[in-house]
C-alpha cells in the first residue's frame, strides 16, 4: 500500500501545485491518509464482525482478539486524529472529503457491497486524489485534471475488483450478466488508456508518462487474453491482480515523471 500511496500522493501533489511539493507536507499528507484508510478499514471489520466469523474467523474480531467496542474506539480516534490534522495542516475543505470517504465506506460495507454490488467501491477509492488535491489546491478542484485523476482511479477499481472480488468471493459487481463480467476487467484496461491519454494533452505531461502508460496498458491486455477465455483459473486471476497492483505502481511513478 505505502508503494502505491507515495507516488500517488506525489504526483497528483505535485500537478496540483505544478511544482514538487515541500517534503513536510507530503509527510503529513501521507500521516493523515493513512489514519483515515486504516480508520475506514477498522470501521468495516467492525460493521463485519459478524460475516467475518463465518468468510475470515482469524481475523482480530472473529477471534477475539479485539472486542468490538475496542476496535471502534481505535476507529474513531485514528479518523478523529485524521481529521484534525487535515483541517490545522491544510484546509477545511480536505477534512470534508475525508469524512465524505468514511461515510461512503462505512454505507459501501453496511448495504451497497451486498445489496447491489462490489462495483459500488470504485468511487470510494476515487476520492483520494480529488482529496489530495483540495489540500494543495482547492481552488483549482474544479479543473480537468483532478476529474481525471477521480475517472482514472474509478476505472482502475473496476479491474480490481473483477480480478479479485467478483471470482474469489462469488459476488455479482451489479445487475450485469455472468458471462460479461470478465469483459469489465478489458473494458477498464482500455477505458484508462483513453482517460490516461486524455490526461496526458490536458495537464502536458513529459512523453515518458505516456510510454509507461501504454507498457502497462499493453501488459494488462496481455493478462486480459487468458483471464476472459478462463476466469476461474486461479493463474489467471492471479496474474490479472498482479498487473493490476504493478500498473498502479509504475503508472503512479509514470505520473510523477511525467508532472516534473
Known amino acids: ?33 493513512y489514519l ?12 463485519d464482525a ?7 474467523p482469524l481475523r482480530p474480531l472473529p477471534t477475539g482478539l479485539v472486542s468490538r467496542g475496542e476496535a471502534t474506539i481505535y476507529a474513531l480516534a485514528m479518523g478523529i486524529i485524521s481529521l484534525i490534522l487535515a483541517f490545522y495542516y491544510f484546509n477545511w475543505q480536505f477534512p470534508l472529503v475525508i469524512f465524505l470517504t468514511l461515510v461512503l465506506g462505512s454505507i459501501y460495507t453496511a448495504y451497497t457491497r451486498d445489496k447491489i454490488g462490489y462495483l459500488t467501491l470504485i468511487f470510494i ?22 476529474w481525471l485523476l477521480f475517472l482514472f482511479v474509478a476505472l482502475h477499481q473496476i479491474g480490481h475488483i473483477v480480478a479479485t472480488e467478483i471470482h474469489l468471493l462469488e459476488a455479482r459487481p451489479l445487475l450485469i450478466k455472468p458471462k460479461w463480467e470478465n ?15 486524455f490526461l496526458y494533452f490536458v495537464a502536458h505531461l513529459h512523453w515518458i508518462y505516456l510510454a509507461i502508460l ?23 486471476v492471479k496474474n490479472a491482480q498482479i498487473v ?5 505502481i509504475f503508472g503512479s511513478v509514470g505520473l510523477l515523471i511525467g508532472a516534473l
Open 183 to 197: 469483459m469489465l476487467y478489458g473494458f477498464s484496461v482500455i477505458a484508462m488508456f483513453i482517460a490516461g491519454t
Open 36 to 47: 483515515a484508510v486504516a480508520c475506514m478499514h477498522v470501521l468495516n471489520d467492525v460493521i
Open 214 to 236: 501504454a507498457a502497462c496498458t499493453v501488459l494488462a491486455l496481455i493478462a486480459f487474453v487468458p483471464f476472459a477465455r478462463d476466469p476461474k483459473s486461479i493463474n489467471n
Open 1 to 33: 500500500m505505502a508503494a502505491m500511496l507515495f507516488p500517488a500522493v506525489l504526483a497528483c501533489s505535485t500537478l496540483a501545485l505544478k511544482r514538487f511539493p515541500d517534503l513536510e507536507d507530503v509527510a503529513v499528507m501521507l500521516v493523515v491518509v
Open 50 to 56: 459478524d460475516r467475518d466469523r463465518m468468510k475470515w
Open 244 to 248: 493490476m497492483v504493478t500498473g498502479s
Open 125 to 146: 477509492p476515487a476520492l483520494a486524489p480529488i482529496g489530495v488535491w483540495v489540500a494543495f489546491s482547492a481552488q483549482t478542484v474544479f479543473s480537468w485534471i483532478p
